[in-house]
């Protein structure tokens, strides 16, 4: 026992020696990291329906506990694009169907609450490990569309239209609610079982006492209702641009040329952050009549405990589904962000326990009344570029936004809501995947619908954008997948009934290596790829860089076994060869199959990266190579 808490008592201040390490690069890596995020918690709060302070409450709170529960050392957490998007239909959805926000708060928040504990599960039982195995075309499609969606949506705002202001629209909706008025004057009845057929008397006084604000505020409820989403802003676009208010246009078009504008001067101080503070400065000073966002009362974050005393199982048990996919996407979106900041950071995250991390992360923040989030690209590079190299630097970044909201609060309220949709506007085009974009025109047409030819992976990634953007997300995601996944079958069955064999492990030599010269063995590297190259086996040849010893100066990458390479194999390939040729290597290619090589001039990484007397036809020819080319320059005992 007593060695027990010595031990533990020697390992403590380990942690607390490792975690403080590098508390000044940390200090302001997470201090510069916060500043970014506060414009986007902002905006990704008014996005999602439940205000401003909904999005900074979620970028505290994840950005905190995420970061110190996490398994990625310099991941910055928060409300991000994907989540926020699909928060903004979860929502909606759910006000719908309550009837006000502050009905549906409760339930929303046990969605949200309920998304963290699932990823919590997810970590626990340890699915990280296969994200990975996502395709490309399924990704870009999935960010193209909430490119698309952001766009869409923040039209309204920007031009300075909002559906519950319009009189002459919302009027519209005045038989409907009071329609919905009445249903649900009879479903409290017949709960409180009072509601008798032969006797309306009870429900007449309840009608009663309807008065006309009631009314009012149902009918713009179901006005903006009307008008959420991607289909629901199109329906109204037509009467918005009759509407336009100037002033707002200004106002966003001010904030987006600024945050281009900033960005080629400098990118020491974030340009978001610039235009929010630029444009409200101008439009409260000159006291131009500008639409506010949503008052932010600047008080410490409570728990909304109505989550635990109005639970019921019949109440949650509509939104499980809604509740799983949401903790699937932040899932995807915080490992990929994981991966960016490895490959910045030479580091290896731990996918499990990341999830793990943003599940208590979301899990606390829904209890606060946060949005969900999940980690951030952009802002875990600017925290890495700035210094960050601990899990410190997100916690700290996350009180340097909570001490923002007790200072700042009310001085917050008076930003204008344009400023924020502007904001938006440039990162629903930033968070587009302009590569996968750019890639149609290249990619090989390998299949046909009737007369028409078509690039399989193009199709998979224009249907999820089209389901995502019109229909919805999670389920667009889910059909890219089967759809992915059948293609890659039958793409592999009729290429060959081998088993994928691409090792990241010490390679063999093959019968014809064998007389390979002996004193080029350390200058010379060979890898063997058996196997198609497709989604499932990036991660292996990624491993390739990792492989290589320090005295390898010419790689030799033999590709006579790989009948197939996909979309994703590509520009894992691509990827590689970059680095390589950045560390000053060269690159052999040897007997490449005809689709690869396909694919591979399709890009140009043949021959802008490979030259093509670089590829030779046999090994024969390439070893003809080396023994005139690579020369001895590691000392070797005798």
């Not at 439940?50 to 529960?69: D, K, M, N, Q, V």
């Not at 409760?106 to 949200?112: D, E, R």
């Not at 200004?250 to 900033?262: D, E, K, Q, R, V």
């Amino acid at each position: 026992m007593v060695c027990k808490s010595y031990t533990t008592q020697q390992t403590q201040p380990k942690r607390m020696k490792k975690l403080f390490s590098n508390f000044k690069g940390d200090a302001f890596g997470g201090i510069t990291a916060g500043i970014v995020a506060l414009p986007l918690a902002l905006a990704f709060g008014v996005s999602s329906g439940l205000g401003p302070s909904a999005g900074l409450y979620g970028a505290i709170f994840i950005g905190f506990f995420a970061a110190l529960f996490g398994g990625t050392n310099t991941q910055i957490s928060g409300p991000t694009a994907p989540m926020t998007a699909v928060s903004m239909l979860v929502i909606a959805g759910i006000v719908a169907t309550k009837g006000s926000v502050e009905s549906a708060m409760p339930a929303i928040l046990t969605v949200f609450l309920l998304a963290g504990i699932f990823q919590i599960g997810l970590g626990a039982i340890g699915l990280g490990k296969y994200i990975k195995y996502i395709p490309y075309p399924v990704v870009s499609g999935f960010m193209t569309a909430i490119g698309v969606i952001i766009l869409i949506t923040q039209i309204l705002p920007s031009i300075g239209y909002y559906p519950k202001a319009d009189v002459e629209y919302v009027s519209q909706f005045k038989p409907k609610a009071e329609e919905v008025i009445l249903k649900d004057i009879l479903k409290k009845e017949q709960e409180e079982g009072i509601l008798v057929l032969e006797d309306f008397r009870k429900t007449i006084e309840s009608a009663k006492q309807i008065s006309q604000e009631d009314i009012l505020e149902k009918s713009q409820t179901l006005a903006n209702n009307n008008a959420s989403g991607v289909i629901g802003a199109l329906r109204v676009l037509p009467r918005a641009l009759k509407n336009i208010n100037w002033l707002e246009l200004m106002l966003a078009l001010g904030t987006i040329f600024i945050i281009y504008g900033f960005k080629r001067i400098t990118k020491a101080v974030p340009s978001t952050l610039v235009a929010l503070v630029v444009m409200s400065g101008i439009a409260y000073l000159f006291k131009l009549k500008y639409q506010p966002i949503e008052a932010i009362t600047g008080d410490f974050p409570m728990p909304n405990m109505e989550i635990f005393t109005g639970f019921s199982l019949g109440s949650i048990t509509p939104y499980i589904f809604t509740a799983l996919t949401l903790a699937l996407l932040g899932a995807i979106d915080s490992l990929l962000t994981s991966v960016v900041a490895d490959n910045m950071t030479k580091t290896k995250h731990q996918p499990n326990k990341e999830l793990v991390g943003q599940g208590i992360g979301n899990s606390i923040a829904a209890i606060f009344g946060g949005i969900p989030g999940a980690g951030a690209t952009i802002r875990t590079v600017v925290n890495i570029n700035s210094g960050g190299k601990t899990r410190l630097s997100g916690m700290i970044a996350g009180v340097l936004l909570l001490v923002i909201l007790l200072a700042l609060g009310p001085i917050a309220s008076q930003i204008p809501a344009a400023v924020l949709a502007g904001i938006l506007i440039t990162v629903g085009i930033g968070v587009m995947d302009y590569k996968g974009l750019k890639a149609i025109p290249s990619l090989p047409k390998d299949m046909k619908i009737g007369p028409l030819k078509l690039s399989s992976e193009v199709l998979i990634m224009l249907i999820v954008l089209g389901l995502s953007t019109f229909w919805d997300l999670i389920y667009a995601v889910g059909i890219g997948l089967i759809i992915a996944s059948l293609m890659f079958m039958k793409k592999i069955g009729d290429i060959t009934a081998r088993r994928s064999d691409v090792k990241a492990l010490k390679e063999e030599a093959w019968d014809d290596e064998i007389d390979f010269p002996e004193n080029l063995k350390e200058e010379v590297f060979i890898k063997h790829i058996k196997g198609p190259l497709f989604f499932g086996s990036t991660s292996e040849i990624q491993a390739l860089a990792k492989q290589l010893p320090d005295t390898a100066r010419t790689v030799i990458i033999r590709m006579g076994r790989m009948q197939y390479i996909d979309q994703s194999g590509l520009y894992a390939l691509e990827d590689i060869l970059v680095d390589l040729k950045s560390a000053g290597r060269k690159v052999l290619f040897v007997n490449i199959p005809k689709q690869p090589k396909y694919m591979m001039e399709r890009i140009d990484i043949i021959p802008d990266l490979i030259p093509i007397e670089d590829c030779f036809k046999s090994f024969q020819e390439c070893l003809k190579w080396i023994k005139e080319n690579v020369k001895d320059t590691i000392p070797h005992k005798k």
